[in-house]
C-alpha cells in the first residue's frame, strides 16, 4: 500500500502540459470568488465620506457600518466549510455568487442606514464563504507541483478585485465632478460605486455551472468514476487513477469528518495546529492592511489630499498590490513560503515605521509638511508591496496546505474567521484610533509586523512541494 500511494503521490507531482490549461481555467473560475472578495471589501473605500455626510453619522457609528461586514465574513467563513462537505464546493460557489449580487443591489439602493448595514452583513457573508472555498477547492484541483502558484490566483484575484473597484470609484467620482454625493444615473455617485458589484457576481455565478466539482468531494459521496474523470483532466492521463483514488480515500478514512471539536486538544484549548493557523491569520491582519484599502481615501483627506486625488493614490496602492502578488506567484514555489514571509515582515515594519515618523508631524495649513508627505506616501506603497509579495500570498496558500487531512475543512474555517474577526478589529478601532493619534496607531501596526518575524521563524513549518496527503 506504501509503495502505491508514494508512486501516485509522484505521478500527482508531475503536472502534463496539456491538462495545465484546462487546469489553470478552473483555478481562475474559482479565483472570481476572490475577486469579489477584494471588490467588495474595498469598494467601500469610496463610498466612506458620503456615508457619513448623507446619514450624518460619527466616526465610532462610521467604522461600525464600515466594519460590519467583517461579522458576516466571520459567520460565512466559519460555516462554509461545513456547508461544503455537505453540498459540494461548486452549489457553495452558486450560493456565494446570489448573496453577492443580493448585497450589491440592496447596497446601491438603501432606505436607511440600517437597511445598508444589514446589506453590507449579507455581503460579507458571501465574502466568508469566497474566502475558505476558494483556496480550499484551488488546493483540491490542482496538481501539487503547481499547487503554490494555482493558489496563489486567490490572493490575485483579491488584489484585482480591490484594484478595479478603486479604478471604478475613481471613474465615477469623476463622472459625478469630483463629488462622492454628485448625481450619476439618477443616484448619488457612491451608491452607483456599490452597485456595481452585480456584474462580477453574475458573473462568478455563470463560471461555476463552468468548472467541475473537487475530486474530494466526489469520493465522499461516493461518486468515484466521476472523480476519476476529473482527477484525469486535472493531473494527465500518466496518473494511476485507481491508485489516487485509494490515496484520497485511504486519506478521508483516516480523517473522518473534520468538526470544530476535531480540532481541540493540547494545553490552550486547540490544537497546536490549530494555533498557527489563527496566529497567521491575525497577524496577516493586524499589521493594519485593511486600513489602506478601507480607509486610504479618508487616511490621505485627513492629511490635506484633495478627494480626487486621494482616489487616485487609493488606485495606484492597489496597482503595486498587483505587482506584489505577481512577485510572490513566481516565487512562492521557488523559494517557499516562510522565506517570503520573513522577507515581506521585514519590508513592512520598515514601510510602517516610515508612516508612523511622518504622522507624527503636526499639519501646516491642513497638510503635512512636504517632507513627510513624500515619505508618507512613498512608504504607504512600500508596506502594501512587501505585504503583497509575502503575507498576502503566503498566508492563504499555508491555510489552504498546512492543515491534515482530518482537520483541513474545520480548521480553515476556524482559521478563517480568526482572519475576519481581526480585520473587524483593526477596521472598527482605525477611526477613533486616527482621531486619537495617527502616529501611534501606525506604532502599534509596526509592532505586529515585527513580532511576525519570530512567529514564522519558530512556529510555522514549510509546505512547498508537498501532497496534502502528506500534511501532518
Not at 474595498?42 to 448623507?54: H, K, L, Q, T
Not at 480591490?162 to 450619476?184: F, H, K, P, T, Y
Request: proline share 3%.
Amino acid at each position: 500500500m506504501a509503495s502505491t500511494s508514494q508512486a501516485s503521490t509522484s505521478g500527482a507531482r508531475t503536472a502534463h502540459p496539456e491538462h495545465l490549461g484546462h487546469v489553470i481555467f478552473i483555478a481562475a473560475a474559482a479565483a472570481m470568488g476572490g475577486f469579489l472578495f477584494g471588490y467588495d471589501s474595498s469598494v467601500i473605500n469610496g463610498a466612506v465620506e458620503a456615508i457619513r455626510d448623507r446619514y450624518d453619522v460619527g466616526s465610532a457609528v462610521l467604522a461600525q457600518v464600515i466594519a460590519i461586514a467583517l461579522i458576516g465574513c466571520a459567520i460565512g467563513a466559519a460555516t462554509a466549510g461545513r456547508i461544503a462537505d455537505r453540498i459540494g464546493r461548486i452549489r457553495c460557489m452558486q450560493i456565494a455568487a446570489i448573496l453577492f449580487t443580493v448585497s450589491a443591489v440592496g447596497s446601491a439602493l438603501p432606505f436607511a442606514l440600517w437597511d445598508l448595514a444589514m446589506w453590507r452583513v449579507i455581503g460579507g457573508f458571501a465574502i466568508g464563504m469566497a474566502s475558505v472555498i476558494g483556496p480550499a477547492y484551488i488546493a483540491e484541483v490542482s496538481p501539487p507541483a503547481y499547487r503554490g502558484r494555482l493558489g496563489s490566483f486567490q490572493q490575485a484575484a483579491i488584489v484585482i478585485g480591490i484594484a478595479v473597484s478603486q479604478l471604478v470609484n475613481w471613474g465615477l467620482l469623476n463622472a459625478a465632478g469630483g463629488d462622492q454625493r454628485g448625481e450619476l444615473m439618477g443616484l448619488e455617485a457612491w451608491q452607483v460605486m456599490l452597485g456595481v458589484m452585480v456584474i462580477p457576481a453574475v458573473l462568478y455565478g455563470l463560471l461555476s455551472f463552468a468548472i467541475p466539482e473537487s475530486p474530494r468531494f466526489l469520493i465522499s459521496v461516493g461518486k468515484h468514476e466521476k472523480a476519476k474523470q476529473i482527477l484525469e483532466e486535472v493531473e494527465g492521463k500518466n496518473v494511476d487513477l485507481d491508485a489516487r483514488v485509494a490515496e484520497i480515500e485511504h486519506a478521508m478514512h483516516r480523517e473522518e469528518k473534520s468538526s470544530f471539536k476535531d480540532l481541540l486538544g493540547g494545553s490552550f484549548f486547540f490544537k497546536p495546529i490549530v494555533w498557527i493557523g489563527i496566529g497567521l491569520s491575525v497577524f496577516q491582519q493586524f499589521v493594519g492592511i485593511n486600513v489602506a484599502f478601507y480607509y486610504s481615501s479618508t487616511l490621505w483627506q485627513s492629511v490635506g489630499v484633495d478627494p480626487t486625488q486621494s482616489f487616485f493614490y487609493s488606485f495606484t496602492t492597489s496597482i503595486i498590490n498587483i505587482v506584489g502578488t505577481v512577485i510572490a506567484m513566481i516565487f512562492v514555489d521557488r523559494v517557499g513560503r516562510k522565506p517570503l514571509a520573513i522577507v515581506g515582515s521585514v519590508g513592512m515594519v520598515i514601510g510602517l515605521a516610515l508612516e508612523a515618523w511622518a504622522f507624527s508631524f503636526d499639519l501646516v495649513d491642513g497638510k503635512l509638511p512636504a517632507t513627510q508627505g513624500w515619505v508618507a506616501l512613498i512608504a504607504a506603497h512600500v508596506f502594501v508591496l512587501f505585504f503583497a509579495l509575502s503575507w498576502g500570498v503566503v498566508v492563504w496558500v499555508f491555510l489552504g496546505e498546512m492543515f491534515p487531512n482530518r482537520l483541513r475543512a474545520a480548521a480553515l474555517g476556524v482559521a478563517a474567521a480568526a482572519q475576519w474577526i481581526a480585520n473587524w478589529a483593526i477596521t472598527a478601532s482605525f477611526p477613533s484610533l486616527a482621531e486619537w493619534n495617527l502616529s501611534g496607531t501606525y506604532v502599534i501596526y509596526t509592532i505586529f509586523a515585527a513580532l511576525s518575524i519570530p512567529f514564522v521563524l519558530k512556529f510555522v513549518k514549510e509546505t512547498k512541494g508537498k501532497a496534502l496527503e502528506e500534511m501532518g
